[in-house]
């Protein structure tokens, strides 16, 4: 079975009709249970082979209390897809308004983004969690034409940077270690 951790609804909310159980917070047309992430139910313990969690974690009050009741509902080797925004492209981003870019409640980010990881506080995340990640790889959620509307040889200059500097997210494959 596959849970949807923070799956959405609203137009545009990505893979918001993945997986058998779908949850949130809020009451959109595709979730089948509202629940908190923090707190998934006791009977839920190892019934997941693959756990999907796009562009919420950041949402979470308490990221390591959802990732720690993420990884427990998983089963032994279940897999767990984490899509979190790319703090480097952000940064890159936002340099030219403010010198330095950590802190991420501020006017030009919504304040429902609580956390922030680049790759190194990933891994110790998911380390403190009992995950390993496998792979991870930078992606784009908006089309070029709604992000980056700038001329031609912008979008060169752009193109010529690393996947970390130009990519709006990070997708993370993790898998739950096996413990003795």
């Known amino acids: 079975m596959i849970l949807n951790v923070g799956c959405g609804g609203r137009p545009g909310d990505k893979r918001a009709d993945y997986g058998d159980v779908r949850i949130d917070i809020a009451p959109f047309p595709n979730v089948t249970d509202i629940l908190d992430a923090h707190d998934l139910p006791e009977s839920w ?37 984490i899509v979190v925004p790319n703090l480097h492209y952000w940064r890159r981003l936002w340099r030219g308004l403010k010198p ?57 200059f752009v193109w010529l940077l690393p996947p970390c500097f130009r990519r709006t997210e990070v997708r993370f494959e993790m898998l739950k270690e096996a413990r003795a």
């Open 100 to 156: 330095r870019y950590d802190d991420l409640r501020t006017a030009e980010n919504p304040p429902s983004h609580y956390q922030g990881w680049d790759l190194v506080e990933m891994r110790n995340l998911a380390s403190q969690c009992g995950l390993v990640i496998l792979r991870q790889n930078f992606i784009d959620w908006l089309p070029d034409k709604k992000r980056n509307p700038r001329p031609l040889w912008g979008k060169l």
């Open 45 to 81: 313990t190892g019934m997941f082979s693959e756990v999907v969690c796009e562009t919420a974690l950041e949402h979470f009050r308490s990221p390591i209390m959802a990732l720690a009741e993420m990884t427990r509902v998983l089963s032994p080797n279940g897999r767990l897809m």
